[in-house]
């Protein structure tokens, strides 16, 4: 016998992005990361830059202003760093 859907019109689930944690990140004269330390952890290397992208969004509100890059760090694990551009600061997205 067949469990009860949870979802019965069968449509994907949004799963909602967790509230970005401030990191240190130290970049080159490019101004891309080439380290990374996330929170409670020691700083590891940037192996590569898989993507990168920019908003510029709510003007007429609280304007946002982000570069985003998923990055490869040196022990393969795979994240998603932004920049504030407004304020300078970089942040982690957690999925």
Do not use: C
């Not at 490019?30 to 952890?41: D, I, S, T």
């Not at 393969?76 to 920049?83: M, N, P, Q, R, S």
Request: net charge positive; glycine share 6%; no cysteine.
């Amino acid at each position: 016998m067949k469990p009860p859907s949870r979802n019965p019109d069968h449509r994907p689930r949004l799963k909602p992005l967790g509230q970005p944690r401030a990191v240190d990140v130290r970049t080159d004269e490019h101004g891309e990361p080439v380290h990374v330390r996330l929170p409670g952890r020691t700083a590891r290397r940037v192996a590569v830059v898989r993507e990168r992208w920019r908003i510029d969004d709510e003007w007429w509100r609280q304007s946002i202003s982000r570069e985003y890059r998923i990055v490869v760090l040196d022990d393969g694990k795979v994240i998603t760093l932004y920049e504030d551009l407004s304020e300078g600061t970089w942040f982690v997205q957690r999925a």
